[in-house]
């Protein structure tokens, strides 16, 4: 009982306060700094650097129920330095039984445009919170639910300085409100919209040099699907498809984009169904 006792106001004094409006819950910092669990971070191969490119495992070490915080703006450093680092864009609240453990696929985005996207298996390690300008950002993609390309935009705009303009795609409430708050963060004045122009206006874009292709792809429930464009690092260059809703079914997903502007030799084109992807193809382009 002694013994039970002692773990019962260790547990409680770690974790108390930590979260004002969860009182019986510990912020992942504090969960680590106080061994009370143990985790496991690793890149998810099978999703895209702006969706949910990590895979996380947590193990309750303790004698009682505990429930870890793990909030949005939460760092993820990267074991392989080629390897991008990660923010984390959506909170979790993991619950778990004495000896338990949980697993699950965050929410995150990229930090550092320049590496490659996260690999399989490749390991991660907690590494802090964003920065004041950085968590705004963050918190307006989560709020928002703009777990998309703009928002991986609006995140390089804040960690790589990238230009406004790179915020760009079909959502044009989310691309109007990420630019909106990068200017006021950063001081970069709201780039003219100009009807036409290939890389803002995704809606009547002026092609030089057209590429044109399909996805054909069954549906097997009502789910959101869209289409991007990856280069060899896997890190997304263009949405080519947005649909928010389709209905269980045969289709044909159809695309195009300038080959003036996207000139590698090839690029992989990603089918993504309700923020998973689900299909992958290699484009070999003949320059």
Known sequence: ????????????????????????????????????????????????HYLKPLRFQVTNQTIQPLTVALSSGTLFDSSDEAKQNLVVTRSEWITLLP??????????????MSDASPSEGVEYHFSGM?????????????EKGYHSVEGQMAVWAITDGASISRIAGFDTTAMN??????SRLTGQPVPP???????TDYYTPQYQIRVRGYVEFYVPRRSSVHLAMFDENGCVVRELLKEPLVDKGEYEFRFEFDATVYTDPRYWIKLIMDDDVVLTRVLELDR
């Open 1 to 48: 009982m002694k013994i039970t006792s002692l773990m019962i106001t260790v547990l409680f004094c770690v974790c108390v306060g930590q979260i004002k409006s969860h009182p019986d819950t510990c912020t992942l910092e504090a969960s680590l700094s106080g061994q009370l669990i143990r985790c496991q971070a690793s890149g998810n191969g099978n999703s895209t």
């Open 99 to 112: 000896d338990k453990s949980h697993e699950l696929e965050l929410y995150a985005m990229c930090t550092e």
């Open 130 to 142: 964003a920065g004041e300008n950085l968590l705004a950002v963050v918190r307006l993609i989560e």
């Open 177 to 182: 409100d990420l630019q909106q708050l990068v």
């Open 193 to 199: 919209r100009n009807q036409g122009d290939y890389m």
